[in-house]
Every structure is written in structure tokens, then in C-alpha cells.
């Protein structure tokens, strides 16, 4: 009879002997040394969804967020569609943006699904194109300092200055910047500005700093990611605890196990 004894195991064939084994080191809270394996985190994740343990799935949750930063962010975002999590969704989507589309590899782009790839390659088109609108247009001359003496030159030089610069650093073919990047390389030109004012020079790097150009960029990718995450993912309800089974005098599916 199954479950009898040593001899007469109960065969669980969607259960395989390691994701048991991960099972009892969640049960017990007792790990091999080296910790879970990436793929001891999928185990877990299949396990949890099988047996609808809570515990195992939050471990493994909790292990891929602590080393997201140890995965490409459209492994992750596959992940989080497989299993439906949102803990990382919006984090690893915005490091996706990041990517270049020809950077990411067939087979994934099948997992990440036709929503999430063609809001990511709609997205890549949009920021692309508000680059272009941030590198050719520098950020207006407000107001002038007192201490300029010649406004029309100091407007001049400080068109001249961004194209040649930020534009330049922001559009290269070959290898172009982050904003925040270009702003590291552009506010090292202070000896170079020609005939801005220096005081001039100092409230319109300012307000270059402060990123006000990138805010809508910035906030597209967020509410892009926002919107993906809350219409293809839906966490599995809480599963009760076995103090909550208790009360209901049910067994807990630890211990049916």
C-alpha cells in the first residue's frame, strides 16, 4: 500500500525528488550551505503553484528579488509572467529599456508575449524620438545674469555649446550616452563655453541637472510598466496559513504532503 512504509513510497509523479527535497528545506528552514540554485528557485516556483504552498513560493520569490540584479531583466520579466509576479515586474522592465531590441534574444522575446514586446519596441521608439527632441533643442536662456554683458553672444554660444556637446554625446552612433551619462561629460566643459557668461553658465547647467527635459521620458516608462504589470499579471490569492487551517479544522497542505 502506497505511503506504508520506505518501501512503498506515494508516487506523486508531478513531483520530483529535488523539488521535494527544496520542499523540507523550506519546511525545516534548513539549506544546504551554497543556498538555493537558480534553478532550485524555479523548482520552487513550480512546486508552489502545484501544491499552492505559500511558503515555498514566497522563498523563492524573496531569492530572485535579492538577486535580481544577477539576471538580465527579460528573464526576469518571463519569470514574472510564468508565475505571476509583480513584486520585480515594473523594476525589471524599466532596466529592459535599457537594452537594445537586437540585444534580446528570440526565444525570449516569445516568452515576454506580444503585450510586453510591442509596448517594449513602441516605448524604444518613443524615447528615441523625445532623445532626438532633448539633443536638438537646448533648454531656452530664461533669464540672463546680471553680470552678462552680451546677451545675444551668450545665446549664440550656448546653442552652439549644447549641439556640439550634449547633442553629441546623446546622439552618437557608435556609442551613445544615458542623459545622466552626458551630464557628467557636459558639465565638465566649464574652461570650453566660449562666450556664455559664466554666470549664465551656472543656472543653465543647473537646470540641465535637474533632468526636467527626461521627467516625461521617465514617467511614460513607469506608466508603461505600471499598466503592463496590473493588466497580464494576477497573484494567486493568499493561501491560508496552518494556524488558519487549525481554526477551520482542515489540514494544512503541508500536511497533506
Known sequence: MEGSSDDHPIIIPELSMNMFELFLSVAYNSWKPEGPTHDDVLDLLRFSNKFMSQKARDVAINHLHERRFQHKPYELLALCLEFSISKFFVPAFRRLVEFRIRDIP?????????????????????????????ACEEPPIVTHSPYCTDNTACFIDWRQLWWNSMARFLLDGRNPQKFHEAIERFQELGPEIGRVNPECWKMLLQTVKNATAFCLAFDLVEETAQQLSAALITEPAPMLTKAELDTLGLPSHEEIL
Do not use: C, Q, S
Not at 110 to 129: C, I, P, Q, S, T
Open 106 to 134: 528570440g526565444p525570449v522575446r516569445r516568452r515576454l508575449g506580444f503585450e510586453v514586446w510591442n509596448a517594449f519596441v513602441d516605448l524604444k521608439e518613443l524615447l528615441d524620438e523625445h532623445n532626438h527632441i532633448v
